[in-house]
């Protein structure tokens, strides 16, 4: 609280300081704060003697007063305000440690001061600055301070004292008043700075605190700057994130993850990591259970998984992800949790089908190219030798295909071929297959068949009936002929390869059926 002036105002202020004294001889001085100065030509310097304990009512001891306070760090600093206060004739005194850009009062006499001022405007934040002692007898003329800022503080006359603890700045110890002028005797202002600097020394055990609290705030500021950079990073990856606890519960999760996963955050919020939080497949099309799905066992084994394919199921389209998941260790590098790691790969999964497609299928007409032909054959007799069932692999030769191409346009040809092929897929039955193996030939791969002979006329029936109508282009219109080889298993061969063989020698040797 604010203490009246005495009204023996000199005496008070040469008997304040409990252990230094100053004996002024001399009115002025060229610096009222420096140490050691001059006055005029006729003074004597300033000369600091040793002082017993003041007896007298009016004086402080500040290192007693502080002391008293013990371990209790306000206390303490209260303390300092009050003995600050008294050197100031009973004017307002505050104690203001750093954090961040601004000074917060953690002490004061004045109930009414402003708890937080900024360092870059303030008279405090001037003697941080320039870490040293700052007298101001005129705040609102000083250019130094803004207009504004002077008559928020509600106080013109200013002596300030950075604190310090081992060479590094935490805060301020300051007298002010609300009328200027306080401090213009050199005299009286070289007294409250001595004063000031007594019981600064006085609250050196003190200011470690005040050092810890700086480097406190420092580090949550710094923690807090790596959160935020972290969050708006993850906010703005277009790769989704999960991160579950140890116990499997959900922790949080970007935005990503909840549109990959077509749902929000609070629906997933709350979720174990066993729960499916949609219906989610494997690659071949089931379901996947929540318990075997990557994150569930990273958690249950500590094995970590990467680029495992799931299929997010969403109005029956399967949007694909590639799932990554890892164990998330704590500060000490015990498992703590586990962290996912969504991507989509329905564009990269569609090129790859894409390019499987091209590479396994006819270009012109989409059908399955000799390289799948040679797979679905090698198949078909596998099926068909475990049931004891015959296989026909049926060629479907084009005659004079070049004659056919020189006659209509390259697309026209291309068309031509996509009539044919559609023609003779139109012949087999469903679950046989038809390839183009070569550029003017088909090849049917007929499967299952009890009566092999049987099943290869009718086919050549269908066949032949196909081709008799002319095939329409715009305006005119071609007829294709064809000629058939066939190769039996097991009668040609016992493979794939046998059959497909048996196939090139009979039409190198012109053995065709009409």
Not at 80 to 101: D, H, Q
Not at 379 to 385: F, L, P, Q, V
Not at 418 to 440: E, K
Not at 442 to 459: H, N
Request: charged share 25%; hydrophobic share 40%.
């Amino acid at each position: 609280m604010k203490r009246p002036r005495p009204a023996d105002e000199d005496h008070a202020m040469k008997r304040s300081p409990a252990l230094t004294a100053l004996r002024l001889r001399g009115s002025h001085g060229s610096s009222p704060l420096a140490d050691g100065e001059h006055g005029d030509d006729d003074a004597s310097p300033l000369e600091a003697v040793s002082a017993p304990e003041p007896e007298t009512p009016g004086g402080v001891d500040a290192h007693r007063l502080i002391g008293d306070a013990g371990a209790n760090f306000t206390a303490a600093l209260d303390a300092a305000c009050e003995a600050a206060s008294y050197l100031a004739g009973g004017e307002r005194a505050t104690v203001r440690l750093i954090e961040g850009l601004q000074l917060r009062a953690w002490a004061t006499t004045d109930g009414g001061v402003a708890q937080r001022v900024a360092i870059a405007n303030s008279v405090e934040g001037i003697a941080l600055r320039e870490n040293q002692v700052v007298l101001c007898n005129d705040a609102a003329a000083d250019e130094r301070v803004p207009v504004e800022v002077s008559r928020r503080l509600g106080a013109r006359s200013w002596l300030v004292l950075p604190l310090a603890f081992r060479d590094e700045l935490v805060g301020t110890l300051s007298v002010s008043a609300a009328e200027p002028g306080l401090f213009a005797a050199p005299q009286h202002a070289r007294q409250v700075a001595d004063g000031l600097r007594d019981i600064a020394d006085a609250l050196q055990p003190h200011l470690q605190t005040a050092a810890w609290l700086l480097e406190r705030d420092r580090a949550r500021e710094e923690t807090q700057g790596q959160i935020n950079e972290t969050q708006i990073t993850a906010e703005m990856m277009t790769e989704g994130v999960i991160v579950f606890g140890a116990d499997g519960h959900f922790l949080r999760a970007n935005n990503a993850a909840a549109r990959l996963l077509g749902t929000n955050i609070e629906q997933i919020a709350g979720r174990h990591v066993r729960d499916a939080l949609r219906t989610l497949l494997r690659e071949d099309g089931s379901e996947w259970a929540g318990e075997e799905q990557p994150p569930a066992m990273t958690l249950a084994t500590g094995v970590s998984y990467r680029d495992v394919i799931m299929g997010v199921q969403k109005q029956g389209v399967p949007r694909w992800v590639s799932v990554s998941s890892r164990i998330l260790p704590d500060a000490h590098g015990a498992p703590n949790g586990v962290v996912v790691v969504l991507t989509d790969c329905s564009e990269r999964r569609g090129l790859r089908e894409q390019l499987a497609h091209a590479t396994l299928h006819d270009e012109p007409t989409g059908l399955p190219n000799k390289r799948l032909l040679h797979l679905e054959l090698d198949e078909t007799i596998d099926r068909s030798r475990r049931q004891g069932l015959g296989v026909a692999l049926v060629h479907v030769c084009l005659t004079d295909l070049p004659g056919l191409r020189s006659r209509i346009r390259a697309h026209g040809a291309d068309d031509v071929l996509r009539t044919i092929a559609g023609r003779v897929v139109q012949t087999v039955r469903d679950g046989d297959m038809v390839a183009r193996p070569g550029d003017d030939e088909f090849a049917a791969v007929l499967g299952l068949l009890s009566d092999s002979q049987r099943a290869v006329d009718a086919f050549l029936e269908r066949v032949r009936s196909s081709f008799v109508t002319p095939v329409e282009l715009g305006r005119s219109s071609v007829t294709v002929e064809a000629r058939f080889i066939v190769s039996l298993f097991p009668r040609d061969g016992h493979t794939a390869e046998a059959l497909l063989r048996h196939a090139a020698l009979e039409r190198l040797n012109g053995r065709l059926i009409a």
